[in-house]
């Protein structure tokens, strides 16, 4: 390990606010293969309710039939979790079309998933956070997709007995029964920088809007967004909460058989302290490609080093990455595990985050946490989130990106202080004051 260490690390165990709760959250990010800013965001909420002394019921939407024998259940659930291929919706107007509908129409029973010693689960556990219950609707989230598209409704599912509050967390058209239903809607990018997202956008405002009508409270993640939400949907406004996000660097503090810097030095071929580093996926919002450009323009012989997976639209963000691979002024990694990019993150020069668009930024406060310096955006959500602890940016300003770059190579005093600020500055959103505000939610919507 380096000796920048985050001054907020793990969710710790914060007494019994929450006793006496037991709060549903669903798995649809949780499933992925390689997860999400989202599916972080479900982990650490999930970790929250625990510390607090509170039960999480995991919901799940995998292709598990319901026919399995339940002898079978928990052996090809857990199997299903690895990217096991979901059903596709019934044609209409096919029998089975009008079958699957008439099922939506009656609603869906969760089916317990048993758990024995039989299934290992630990190789799982970012897929499966701390929970008391597991349960699972077949193909839920995709059915519940087309179920509104055609209809306009929200599909229900039967609470399974006991939960209190379903925490959905992403804008799905799902509603549990004999619940309070809160939602968290973590940006409106789909609708305020359409040519960004893959998302039907005349679809994404009417899921908002029906949302706005039902949910009994949404939750976002930073200042600026609930602005955005809140302009966009201003039925929203009394029902819509700002808890920013949880930094919870539990994965990222496995225990690991090497120091930081023998990571990246052996593992990576990487000089501790000798590099820039992006994280995050490769899509035009990141805004990838200016920072390509603003790299190799600038005069920096500090390397830039990008990981990440490759997302829509990704060609013509990456124009410019053979010129800097072949110079050697730039490096790619593949996706790397939770501990690895913990340290590689460590022991960057800082990290450059400069995205046009964020609901909340976590690879920058992620950064700061771990006393890496950070250059980001002076717009939107990055700039509420890393106040005065970052150097700042116009992030559609690539001479102002190449500059920040030089300056944060040049400057060590600078780059000290970012050191200093950057774990003050995380410590805002530490799980302790974002637990504290959940459980107030959750106690206040049950008093209705």
Not at 42 to 66: F, K, N
Not at 198 to 219: C, F, G, I, P, S
Not at 234 to 251: C, G, R, S, V
Not at 282 to 303: D, H, M, Q, V, W
């Amino acid at each position: 390990m380096s000796e920048r260490e985050p001054k907020e690390g793990a969710v710790q165990s914060q007494g019994g606010a929450m006793k006496g709760l037991r709060i549903g959250v669903d798995g649809f990010n949780l499933a992925l293969k390689h997860g999400t800013g989202i599916a972080t965001y479900a982990r650490t909420l999930c970790r929250t309710i625990e510390a607090q002394g509170g039960r999480v019921d995991l919901i799940y939407g995998v292709g598990l039939d319901r026919s399995v024998p339940e002898r079978l259940r928990e052996t090809i659930f857990f199997d299903s979790l690895e990217d096991a291929p979901l059903p596709r919706r019934p044609r209409l107007p096919s029998p089975a079309w009008f079958r699957e509908t008439f099922q939506h129409l009656k609603g869906h029973a969760p089916i317990p998933i048993p758990e024995t010693p039989e299934v290992e689960k630990r190789p799982l556990a970012g897929k499966v956070p701390p929970h008391d219950r597991i349960f699972n609707v077949p193909s839920l989230f995709r059915a519940a997709s087309g179920f509104f598209k055609t209809t306009g409704k929200f599909l229900k599912i039967a609470n399974p007995g006991g939960i209190d509050v379903m925490h959905w967390t992403y804008p799905l058209p799902i509603e549990m029964l004999n619940a309070r239903n809160v939602y968290t809607i973590h940006d409106v990018v789909p609708l305020t920088l359409p040519y960004f997202t893959l998302d039907n956008k005349t679809q994404h405002r009417r899921l908002l809007e029906a949302l706005v009508r039902q949910a009994d409270a949404l939750v976002t993640v930073s200042e600026h967004a609930r602005g955005e939400i809140a302009g966009l949907f201003p039925a929203a406004a009394p029902k819509l909460h700002n808890f920013h996000q949880a930094i919870d660097l539990t994965d990222r503090e496995e225990k690991s058989a090497f120091p930081s810097r023998e990571v990246v030095s052996k593992f990576f071929g990487l000089e501790p302290g000798g590099y820039f580093l992006y994280y995050g996926a490769l899509e035009p919002k990141k805004n990838i490609g200016r920072l390509l450009e603003a790299y190799l323009a600038s005069s920096c012989s500090t390397p830039l080093v990008i990981v990440g997976s490759r997302s829509w639209k990704a060609e013509g963000e990456l124009a410019l990455l053979p010129q800097g691979l072949e110079s050697g002024r730039i490096k790619k990694l593949e996706y790397l595990s939770a501990a690895h990019l913990a340290d590689v993150v460590r022991e960057a020069k800082a990290v450059i985050f400069p995205s046009i668009a964020e609901g909340f930024g976590l690879p920058a406060v992620e950064a700061m946490a771990f006393g890496t310096p950070v250059l980001t955006s002076a717009e939107g959500a990055l700039a509420e989130v890393v106040g005065e602890a970052a150097l700042k940016v116009d992030p559609y300003d690539v001479q102002a990106l190449s500059k920040g770059m030089e300056r944060l190579e040049s400057d060590a005093a600078l780059r000290e202080a970012l050191r200093r600020k950057g774990p003050e500055q995380a410590h805002r959103f530490n799980a302790a004051h974002y637990g504290a505000r959940l459980q107030q939610l959750y106690r206040d919507l049950l008093k209705r």
